[in-house]
Nanobody
């Protein structure tokens, strides 16, 4: 059974940092691209960041570029999303997802591109 376990959420003030982790089991982790999505209150889920399986190249949504960093550890089967300079608009439930189809371009940030999903972790940023 494939499982993705997202953790590391919490409450911080604007300008603060959090480190989210996505731990995978039940799949050949090296073969899977990992994406992070978030759903803010009253909004649709949106793609935030993505790391591919081939060379670990990171990709970011414009809204988080320069503030968030994604990296993977294949030995530990984890992907970390470092959130810096957090803003109140970053408040959301954050989800990690996995797929092995090596999406390109905008498909990396589309929910339908992913086969497996974690349960989400809450990030709350106060002003």
């Amino acid at each position: 059974e494939v499982q993705l376990q997202a953790s590391g959420g919490g409450m911080v003030q604007a300008g603060g940092s959090l480190r989210l982790s996505c731990a995978a089991s039940g799949l050949s982790f090296d073969d899977y691209d990992i994406g992070w999505f978030r759903r803010a209150p009253g909004k649709a889920r949106e793609g935030v960041s993505y790391v591919n399986s081939n060379d670990g190249s990171p990709y970011y949504a414009q809204s988080v570029k320069g503030r968030f960093t994604i990296f993977r550890d294949n030995a530990e089967k984890t992907v970390t999303l470092q959130l810096n300079d957090l803003k109140p608009e970053d408040t959301a439930v954050y989800y990690c997802a996995a797929d092995r189809r090596n999406w390109m371009g905008i498909e990396r940030f589309i929910m339908a591109s992913y086969t497996y999903w974690g349960q989400g972790t809450q990030v709350t940023v106060s002003s």
